[in-house]
């Protein structure tokens, strides 16, 4: 018998108006968003013209593929049975300690990495060079689908080619860059970078793993990793050199030059709140065979810079990514649902709360490819850059997630209905992984102790800030307050302010960021950030307050403009 047998005589089994709905898929989320097509505009300005054609082509290729293939891919590969294991034995009892995943997960992996995102510059085919640009939009679309197993990758897996790119030796570059970045190769974004220990990941000269070196030159290291996402064909790890402070980073391949599983256990895969596409595994290294990657003693400073300086800028374009996919969910959702006899986008308060939140999208996403663009005379201004975009836009991501999830009422919370439920938990994960918001903010704090590190903070600020637009005035005295607060407190205030006055460096660089896409710095009339601006100036200035009609935010017809943007 067929379930519900009533349905035409039962009047509430009638369908509805969002029977057929299905939010965004199928869409093509390069050329859906236009604040992503003004930020590629404004920065590919000097490019020729077949070059800036080529990547826009490109661009709008992996939209197209993100809104559809990997979308139906990435929702496949988060159910039940579908998640990755850990397989200990093969069918004769040996120990291989492999990870496993579906087939919808290694597909999904596989089509974005021969589309490129992370090693065009290895295809035979691209005659043009592979810019940041062009590279750090590819990784906010992907992350559009939330990490879905493939973006938390992605960012070691880059890691991992810039360091053996800077680092490594011609043997080292020979076998491991073909396998993590060769055009072809089978190892789809299978690299890891392994830090934290049972004793803590914020404090890395904590590490307990000892690595001592053989008469061959190669590494043997004992002790155990916490906390490894992704172990696959190769990682970058740290550990303490024998009898001595020094902390050095290591390369380690999964199989030995001989066949042999590489001396480690896997223990058990963790049972991970988001971010579960790819599997998170404590690990024990029982003698593992390791390779110096650069001068042991200078550890802990390339960790920072190839390592954990790439992943930082990752989970803060993945933070963008994710927020912009929940914002796209709620608005599409607002366009449907009716409730008291009209749609619900039609609520003032409703419009508001969805205006707020692109607003606050749109001001990380410009300072995030503000701050991937900074010219190499103020590269210095990435040491408060880098911890305070990781910390503001994915705290910031959260909010935008929790905020579309309550958009879609009860619906927003059911995981088969929209991606929102596992974007939220994505975005959780993304606070926390590569540093805490207090760590985070102690390294704003201490760039901004650095005299020269601050000056180059405030010079770009300036450099970018139009002094004619309505948000000078802001950037202006905000900058001077915080001037004020750095030079006049002691270190224990300081310290204890510090998320206030990180989250007051991020709004003096998101509106100087944003300026500067805007009016007449904006890439065309057509392509012009001048609402999102004025926006993000109101609802910083208002703090959230009473806004009454004179104000940005107290003007529905402002509003409307910016959600419909
Ligand atoms: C899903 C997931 C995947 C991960 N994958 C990896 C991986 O692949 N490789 C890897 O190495 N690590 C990985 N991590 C670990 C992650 O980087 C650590 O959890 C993180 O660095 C924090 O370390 P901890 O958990 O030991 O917390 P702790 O360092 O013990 O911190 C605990 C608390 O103390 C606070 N705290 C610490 N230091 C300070 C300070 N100076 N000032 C103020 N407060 C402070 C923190 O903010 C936090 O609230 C992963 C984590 C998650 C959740």
Redesign the pocket.
Known sequence: MQYPSNQSTNPALASFDISDYKGNRGKNFYEEDRVLQTVVEKYSEGYDAAHKKAMIDHLSGYGSLVGGILDELTDASHKEGKYGEIVKYDRTGNRIDQVVYSNEQKLSRKISYDYGIVNLNYHSSWKHPFTDLHRYALTYLSNQNGEGGVTCPLAMTEGMIKVLEALGTPEQKDKFLTMVAGEGSSSHFMA?????ERV????VSANRTIARKRENGKWILTGEKW???NPGDVWVTTARVEDSSTIGLFLVPRIKDDGTLNGHHILRKKD?IG?RGKL?VEIVYDGVEAEALGRPAHGIANLIKYVIGISRLHVSLAASGISRRAWMEAYEYAKFRTAYGSKILEFSSLLKQLSDQRLKHTAMLASVFRHIHTPDSLKLAGEVLAPLLKYKCSSTSTEITYNSILVLGGNGIVGDFSALPRLHNDSI?NE????????LS?HVLRGFKREKVAKAFFQYTEDITDFESPAAETIRKKSKLLREILANSDAEALDLNRIYISDLAFEIFALASLSDLSGKKAPSPQKDLSLFRDGYLDLIDTGGGFADKSRFSGDSERLKSVIHY
């Open positions: 890891g970078q392994y830090v934290t803590g990941g914020s404090n906390f490894c996402s991970i971010s998170t994960i926390t992984w590569e540093g805490t918001h207090l760590l102690e």
